[in-house]
């Protein structure tokens, strides 16, 4: 093989290589339409999961939350009330093991509330966040190690979350 | 080919450190904002679209701000927006007024000094015309006054009006209306037109005279700028002789919105209009958005009211409301109704709460207990009275309107078919009376249980706040829509209204008991008896001789008299006479049932009792009882009593011994109040030497065993198969000792220590020692209240469990609740006791969610302390505050419980005191919880997070500390001392931190 063949094919792999590693992927309410969704919706990867009689609204706040790393919110997705796998979550594939931040906030001005994450294969629970309360101004940040590839769902286990963002590093 | 794929192969691995992540592009790259346009909305002509590129994200920038500005520059709104994958992001702004304005988006990245700044677009905006919203009133002789909200930029108003043409109603363009009114007024024939300048006050009006009684005119109201117009639509009013009533409307409160709570009239001649609290969508019916809510004290409501004067104006309004729409997953804040308000909320605030005194019929949510029964429906109707609300109140804040206003709810009826349901009409009517404020709901079909009317008495408990007005009308919230029609309104004067009448007093029933025994081993008998009323009292012995006469007795105090006994049966009467003055408190009576109405009526009509006790001993060093003993024995091996006469008979000092077997009694053993030892001198109930007995409440028709005495120790028997719903043993009493008892199989609680909530907390049991307890596999038939070991409701102070085994029983092992009625019990110490498999009977069934030890209730701080002590395999929680913010945790394990090991919360507002020493938790079914407290964590505390045990210092444990986590395998049990044997399981090993988790029996000492 000559020099330049061997580089070619070393750039090619270069290439290769850097698009088969993984990118930030996120899912945020800023680019959802107001709805009420009482079916289940999917937007690329993230599938909301909702029924008629426990819909999840999409809809913009009268004022931003900001988060402490500095991101902005002008929508959310309020799953008004607790979930399951299959109603009022969130599904999302993941590639393989990755970091997930969640920007969410409660839905109560003084009650923190549990967001659960779950492998959807067995059911495992992954992780329990804590969806701080919303004092209209603040986005809550809550971070989850996911163990490997597959299929997860995040739903709150009690009463109101309003959803930001989802971030899977 | 071979040498090319090595080659690639290399490059591969040459490539995989590669980070997994993108690099940012360095913000000096970024694009520079560009607004793309500046447009109208064409839906919304108020409202410019500022269209714009720019890359928000982990590419571009982390937040773009869109500035409106005036032509000067000066900044007059702005709007942060965040990240988003769109292309061309949009930021909306409403500009106050016609003008030129200017446009600009800045870009910002967090660590980045500079800003990116786009070009800034000027925009030349013309604010819409608004048509006017217009009302009209007859004001008496023919002229009818025309009202209506400025119009923004209005220069000036035109009012025209013509008779109106019947057939066509309220028909024809507005602009139409304009010009044949202009062309009518010319031609002289009962139209007019005249014009009013804008002005700065909050209502434009005018009046328009010379209308004719009797007949229809249509009225235009079109506001001018320069050379535009916009017109009302028409409004079509009937001229009257007489003034009719003026009516406003307005919106406040919680969660109210302009664009949501709305009204708008239909026919103001009919008085017919449509008042809304939210919009739904059409083709399903959900409810989309939501405008307002009722709560106990405040509300957030759509509100088209009338103004009374207290002084001269009683009236009765009454109207009926045809259901457009109710949300169909009713929230319980939703509804509608006439309310009469003490003060009005600000128009339009909906950021204050209006808290206000008020009377109403309404239909929201109501639940009421009645009968001991709960009862909810929502949304039905109901009355609903707000009053001891004053400016100070208000001003200390939630807590101090919940604990010193009063807001009563009482619905009509929680029957199904009075729900609320759209499509529906309701006639409802609210009343001001010299009385005070009727509520009255007709109902199509009434009969002799319906109930119709509630009254809140006393007028001037709507006068706290304001006390010169009253605001009356018709309100929507939140999730209802509705159209009001036939509206009557008929004011009286109050000083030639009948006068009011007095409020009933709220009937108490008549307690009167003797609460001292039916036995008794003394000469001298202490007498007590009791009363909730004043009165006197006699009481004659058998030969009618007073030996206490008209004694008196003070309500709720023990009244105590000694008695001299005959030997053997001491027969007394009594005769109590309630005092006719007494008032068990504010507006209460005293009341007895009358057979014939079938009701409580008050009354103080004198009570008859009878009372026996038998006065007698049993010579002996101890008595023995045995299975087939009789009240003939004399308590000795050969001639044994029978249980019930041992222990009615029994000296202090002189114990009970128990032969062995199974005992079946027929009804429940119960050891009276007044039946006591003494501190000195205790009575004693135990199964003889070397033999255990059984109670076996299987045949028994009522209950189980009650300890109501004092200073007794019950040791060495076992209590079990109470019936449905009966405990096996309740200690009401003081003093006692239960120690290696073992109940199991009961209806109810194996093991409750508590007293009556009808008696004063002095009264509730103190100071028992239960030790060395065994209680398992009880269940009631609701499966969902069956404790191991309780200590609940009606508790006093010093109460202690210890070396007590509690397992598969189908609620919790121990429970420790508190209620807000009965208030907080005693504090319970709980020691070097275990708990595991709660939820679950020994054979599996059970619905699993029971606690190994909840530790109160109902938000109520009480410092609980459990101390040594093990959980495990409960089905729920392992140990848990149940919302205690009090409790105070030393030294437990917790182990593979279903829920959290460790369930650490409080509720509302209340300081959380929680203290937790040395614990270890370790892989439960979900992290432990104690996040209202987060300094729990601390170096002796190993929490688990979900997946690891592990203190603050992140020293994590394994398995490995414990003997043995067997917990499927291995089953604990008593040592001859009583003790609990762990047998290894979750006993810690050497490796342990040496200052934490629980060492039952491993030398660890308690104090005692």
């Known amino acids: 093989m000559t020099k330049k063949g061997f580089l070619l ?50 809809e913009a706040m009268s004022a931003p939350r900001v988060a402490a790393d500095g991101e902005v919110f002008n929508n959310r997705i309020k799953l008004n009330g607790g979930g399951a796998a299959d109603y009022r979550s969130i599904h999302f594939t993941a590639a393989g093991a990755a970091e997930v931040v969640v920007y969410a906030n409660s839905s109560s001005k003084t009650d923190a509330r549990p967001l659960a994450i779950v492998k959807v294969a067995d059911g495992t629970v992954v992780a329990e966040l804590v969806a701080t309360p919303d004092d209209e101004k603040n986005a809550g940040t809550a971070k989850a190690s996911l163990p490997g590839a597959g299929e997860y769902v995040l739903y709150s286990k009690s009463s109101g979350i309003n959803i930001y963002m989802i971030l899977i590093k | ?361 309404i239909a929201t949510k109501f639940e009421e207990t009645i009968d001991g029964v709960k009862k909810t429906s929502k949304d039905t109707l109901g009355a609903r009275f707000v009053s001891g609300l004053t400016r100070e109140i208000i001003a200390s804040g939630d807590a101090g309107i919940a604990q010193r206003g009063a807001s009563l709810s009482r619905a009509y009826s929680y029957d199904g078919s009075d729900l609320i349901r759209a499509g529906q009409t309701y006639r409802l009517t609210l009343k001001k009376t010299n009385s005070g404020y009727h509520t009255i709901v007709e109902k199509p079909y009434a009969t002799e249980d319906t109930l119709t009317e509630f009254i809140m008495y006393g007028p001037e408990k709507l006068l706290q706040l304001d006390p010169d007005h009253v605001y009356v009308g018709f309100s929507v919230a939140r999730g209802c829509n509705v159209t009001v029609s036939d509206v009557s309104m008929i004011v009286s004067d109050p000083r030639t209204d009948p006068p009011a009448q007095k409020e009933p007093p709220q009937l108490v029933p008549l307690v009167a008991k003797v609460d001292s025994p039916s036995s008794y081993t003394g000469s001298t008998y202490p007498f007590v008896f009791a009363s909730n009323a004043d009165g006197r009292l006699t009481v004659k012995d058998k030969d009618r001789r007073a ?81 087939d003993g009789s009240p003939f024995g004399d308590g000795t091996i050969e001639a044994p009593l029978d249980l019930a006469s041992a222990l009615n008979y029994a000296r202090p000092g002189q114990p ?36 255990r007995a059984i109670l076996d409440f299987g045949y028994s028709s009522s209950g189980g065993m009650i300890l109501a005495g004092d200073y007794w120790t019950i040791e060495g028997i076992d209590v079990r198969n109470t019936p449905e719903n009966v405990k096996g043993i309740q200690v009401a009493g003081s003093g006692n000792i239960v120690r290696n008892v073992r109940t199991y199989r009961c209806g109810d609680t194996g093991l409750q220590i508590s007293g009556s909530g009808a008696e004063p907390p002095e009264k509730w049991p103190r100071g028992n020692l239960v030790e060395n307890c065994v209680s398992h596999d009880n269940c009631d038939p609701a499966a969902n209240n069956a404790d191991g070991f309780a200590a609940k409701l009606t508790v006093g102070e010093g109460n202690v469990f210890r070396g007590c085994l509690s397992y598969h029983n189908i609620d919790d092992g121990w429970d420790l609740f508190s209620k807000i009625e009965t208030g907080p019990i005693g504090a319970v110490l709980i020691e070097d006791c275990a708990a595991y498999g709660n939820g679950s009977l020994s054979d599996g069934s059970g619905n699993g969610d029971g606690n190994g030890f909840k530790l109160g209730g109902d938000g109520i701080a009480v410092p609980h302390l459990l101390r040594n002590s093990v959980a495990w395999a409960n089905g729920t929680s392992g140990i848990t505050s149940n919302s205690n913010p009090a409790v105070i945790i030393e030294r437990c394990t917790s182990y593979g419980n279903k829920g959290a090991n460790i369930n650490l919360y409080g509720k509302g507002d209340g300081a959380r005191l929680f203290v937790a020493r040395g614990i270890i938790s370790m892989a439960g079914g979900t992290g432990d919880v104690y996040r209202e407290m987060p300094e729990l964590a601390s170096a002796d505390n190993y929490f688990w997070n979900g997946a690891t045990c592990v203190n603050a210092e992140g020293a994590a444990l394994g398995a490995g500390i414990f003997f043995s986590v067997d917990i499927a395998g291995v089953i604990p049990g008593q040592r001859a001392d009583g003790s609990i044997d762990m047998k290894g399981l979750l006993e810690l090993a050497p490796s342990a931190p040496a200052n934490a988790g629980a060492r039952l029996g491993q030398g660890w000492t308690t104090s005692k």
């Open chain 1, 9 to 58: 094919v070393c750039l090619v792999a270069g290439i290769f290589a850097a698009s088969t590693l993984g990118a930030e992927e996120f899912f945020t309410a800023n680019d959802l339409a107001p709805a009420q969704i009482v079916a289940n919706k999917a937007f690329g990867n993230f599938v909301i999961f909702a029924r008629s009689d426990k819909g999840v609204t999409i």
């Open chain 2, 1 to 361: 080919m071979k040498r090319m794929l090595i080659v690639l192969a290399s490059c591969l691995a040459f490539a995989a450190p590669c980070p997994a992540q993108e690099a940012r592009i360095a913000w000096e790259k970024v694009p520079g904002p560009e607004i793309v346009s500046v447009s109208l909305a064409s839906d919304r002509p108020d409202t410019v679209l500022v269209a714009f590129r720019l890359e928000i994200g982990a590419k571009g920038a982390d937040r773009a701000t869109a500035i409106m500005a005036d032509a000067s520059g000066g900044t007059l709104d702005t709007k942060l927006m965040g990240r988003s994958a769109k292309e061309i992001k949009v930021a909306e702004f409403k500009p106050p007024k016609s003008g030129a304005y200017r446009f600009s988006i800045i870009a910002a990245r967090t660590g980045e000094a500079e800003a990116k700044v786009s070009e800034i677009r000027a925009f030349e905006f013309s604010l819409p015309l608004a048509a006017p919203v217009v009302q009209a009133r007859n004001s008496g002789g023919g002229a009818m006054l025309i009202a209506w909200e400025p119009v923004k930029e209005a220069e000036s108003y035109i009012v025209s009006w013509r008779e109106a043409i019947e057939g066509a109603a309220g028909s024809g363009s507005a602009a139409a209306a304009d010009s044949a009114a202009a062309a009518a007024a010319a031609a002289g024939s009962g139209a007019g037109s005249l014009v009013v300048q804008a002005a700065a006050a909050r209502r434009a009006e005018a009046t328009v005279a010379g209308l004719t009684p009797g007949r229809r005119y249509d009225f235009v109201v079109s506001a001018v700028r320069g050379d535009e117009k916009a017109a009302s639509k028409p409004l079509r009013k009937l001229a009257k002789a007489g003034a009719e009533r003026e009516w406003f409307f307005t919106w406040f409160g919680q969660s109210s919105k302009a664009e949501l709570n709305t009204m708008e009239m239909l026919d103001p001649d009919q008085f017919k209009f449509r008042h809304k609290s939210c919009t739904y969508n059409p083709a399903d019916g959900q409810i989309d958005q939501k405008g307002g809510k009722y709560t106990a004290f405040h509300d957030g409501i759509s509100f088209y009211y009338t103004v009374i004067d207290p002084k001269t104006e009683n009236f009765e309004l009454a109207a009926t409301f045809t259901v457009d729409y109710i949300n169909p997953v009713a929230d319980g804040q939703e509804g509608f109704g006439l309310l009469a308000l003490d003060s009005l909320g600000k128009h339009g605030v909906n950021s204050a709460n209006h808290y206000t005194n008020s009377a109403g019929v």
């Open chain 2, 547 to 627: 030996v206490i006469d008209g004694a008196r007795v003070t309500a709720l105090k023990d009244f105590r008299a000694d008695l001299e006994l005959a030997w053997g049966i001491n027969d007394y009467f009594l005769t109590f006479e309630p005092d006719p003055e007494f008032r068990p408190g504010e507006k209460m009576a005293i009341a007895r049932y009358d057979r014939e109405l079938r009701k409580y009526v008050e009354s103080s009509a004198p009570i008859s009792l009878t009372h026996t006790v038998i006065y007698r001993t049993i010579e002996g060093e101890k008595l023995y009882a045995a299975r």
């Open chain 2, 656 to 691: 009970i011994l128990l032969r062995e077997g199974v005992y079946y009694p027929s009804r429940s053993v119960e050891i009276e109040r007044g039946n006591s030892g003494t501190p000195e001198r205790r009575k004693v109930l135990m199964s003889a030497p070397g033999e």
